[in-house]
């Protein structure tokens, strides 16, 4: 069998679809490579919230498969709305990568040893609200641009640091540039971050068979109890939520986060269970940290968002 697997321009992205076909052709299937552009892509120069919230660079992807173009998209799990969308499945979680955030000075050092006033560059309100938790003096200020724009901007003097995803960096062949993996006391992963997310029709029942070798079951469990969590809460992929699902032992240890825009208020629960019941645990953390006020948060920052 043939499989149509879509991709995006991105050299993260094409390492991602590059990687997952390569996994396929080694068990004997054949794979082709459907260049589609998104609305994330076009508009890469924009503020993502301006862009239009979730979904920016996976609608145009699924809207593929829904009309057959292709059979198979690889998404960055963070990227991909918690929403159901009617007539796709999430078939596949290949094993996970690194989860963490990683800082990228323009001179070696930690978050520690930047100066008071410290221009550090990030378009995530997750990253921006837990950085301001730890040191209020930080400017932080929006970046858009595949890592090596990004990283253009930082040596070109237009920040001090950046914060990027530690998997994007060693997948991208730039762990050199990492001068700290940021502790996840400190800074807590976006939901899925670090695990590639393989989408299907839900009636093609011969992709998902072929996929079914690459689904690693803890990795599988600990973005579903993370995923289940963020749309219990119904925070998105922009609000300032951070999780992180892993096992230890035989059980799932799941750790929610959900913070004020400007840091100064950070709730955090952490649960564990059967791995089996991944998303019951999603819920049962959800359903705490509400009770502590993260629904008012992730409201406020709506609020401050639209403004």
Request: aromatic letters at 2%; charged letters at 25%; hydrophobic letters at 40%.
């Amino acid at each position: 069998m043939q499989i149509r697997l879509g991709t995006r321009a991105s050299a993260l992205a094409k390492w991602q679809a590059e990687w997952v076909a390569a996994r396929l052709e080694e068990a004997g299937v054949e794979v082709r490579l459907v260049p589609i552009t998104t609305s994330g892509d076009r508009h890469a120069r924009d503020p993502i919230a301006d862009v239009g919230s979730q979904g920016v660079f996976t609608k145009e992807i699924q809207a593929a498969l829904l009309e057959e173009r292709i059979d198979l998209a690889v998404h960055s799990l963070k990227d991909l709305p918690t929403e159901p969308v009617a007539g796709l499945c999430l078939a596949a979680v290949p094993r996970r990568g690194p989860v963490g955030d990683a800082l990228v000075c323009s001179h070696r050092g930690s978050l520690d040893d930047l100066p008071d006033g410290a221009v550090v560059g990030t378009g995530s309100p997750r990253r921006r609200a837990q950085l301001l938790h730890v040191r209020t003096d930080l400017r932080i200020r929006d970046i858009r641009g595949n890592v090596d724009t990004r990283l253009e901007k930082l040596a070109r003097g237009d920040y001090d640091a950046l914060v990027l995803a530690e998997a994007g960096l060693r997948r991208l062949g730039l762990a050199q540039r990492i001068t700290q993996l940021l502790p996840t006391s400190i800074v807590l992963p976006a939901v899925g971050q670090g695990a590639l997310g393989l989408e299907t029709r839900r009636d093609d029942h011969s992709t998902r068979s072929a996929l079914a070798v690459l689904d690693h079951a803890p990795s599988h469990a600990a973005v579903l109890a993370e995923r289940t969590m963020l749309a219990e809460l119904q925070g998105g992929c922009l609000a300032p939520v951070a999780a992180w699902g892993r096992i230890e032992g035989r059980q799932l240890t799941l750790t929610g986060r959900v913070l004020a825009l400007d840091g100064r208020e950070r709730i955090e629960t952490v649960l564990t269970g059967n791995p089996d019941d991944a998303e019951m645990l999603g819920r049962q953390v959800a359903e705490k940290l509400i009770a502590r006020g993260a629904a008012e948060l992730i409201r406020a920052s709506r609020k401050r968002d639209q403004v």
